[in-house]
T-cell receptor, first 111, second 114 residues
Framework: ETGVTQTPRHLVMGMTNKKSLKCEQH?????MYWYKQSAKKPLELMFV???????ENNSVPSRFSPECPNSSHLFLHLHTLQPEDSALYLC??????????FGPGTRLTVL | QKEVEQDPGPLSVPEGAIVSLNCTYS??????FMWYRQYSRKGPELLMY????GNKEDGRFTAQVDKSSKYISLFIRDSQPSDSATYLC??????????????FGKGTHLIIQP
């Protein structure tokens, strides 16, 4: 596979569930990002990892927990989410050049 | 005041027309400017990447940056129905993007009528 992949592509969960989103980049990049895209709103940066260290946490609620075990993989662990957390969650990667490449996203619905 | 302003549209033009998409911003520290194209139910796809002021051309696409006016544009020549998508502008202050992430506009929904 090439580029940035995300699984699952669609996820429906209840407010009490625990689930994880997975992102994998095949570009040899050293930085990875989570963004949230809601209807009628700009993409919102959630987390940044550079060289596997978290460098940005954009005031995201603790019910979202990121994990970056190595430079190719990024996870977003979800627990006790709210209906307003329903959105498209996008993963991106870059190699210190500001050109960020995005995955296809996970469409999350919280019931 | 929002950091990046972008008219959400929809903008509808006939096939073959020249399309002009624009964003304004307030943060004078922004130096890196990007345009992404996003089709429905897909992730954003990088179209153009520019640094500081000036023009950049790639095929039918031209990106312009005017830092003095805090205004960026994307022009699409000979527009095709396949260009119908949402176009997102994005920008960043620092190079590398490693610690900055990008600041996005809301996106403009473009429709090219056959």
């Amino acid at each position: 596979e090439t580029g940035v992949t995300q699984t699952p592509r669609h996820l429906v969960m209840g407010m009490t569930n625990k689930k994880s989103l997975k992102c994998e980049q095949h570009l040899g990049h050293n930085a990875m990002y989570w963004y949230k895209q809601s209807a009628k709103k700009p993409l919102e940066l959630m987390f940044v990892y550079s060289l596997e260290e978290r460098v940005e946490n954009n005031s995201v609620p603790s019910r979202f927990s990121p994990e970056c075990p190595n430079s190719s993989h990024l996870f977003l662990h979800l627990h006790t989410l709210q209906p307003e957390d329903s959105a498209l969650y996008l993963c991106a990667s870059s190699q210190a050049g500001n050109e960020q490449f995005f995955g296809p996203g996970t469409r999350l619905t919280v019931l | 005041q929002k950091e990046v302003e972008q008219d959400p549209g929809p903008l509808s033009v006939p096939e073959g027309a020249i399309v002009s998409l624009n964003c304004t911003y307030s943060n004078s520290a922004f130096q890196y400017f990007m345009w992404y194209r996003q089709y429905s139910r897909k992730g954003p796809e990088l179209l153009m990447y520019t640094y500081s002021s000036g023009n950049k051309e790639d095929g039918r696409f031209t990106a312009q940056v005017d830092k003095s006016s805090k205004y960026i544009s994307l022009f699409i020549r000979d527009s095709q129905p396949s260009d119908s998508a949402t176009y997102l502008c994005a920008m960043s202050a620092g190079s590398g993007g490693g610690a900055d992430g990008l600041t996005f506009g809301k996106g403009t929904h473009l429709i090219i009528q056959p």
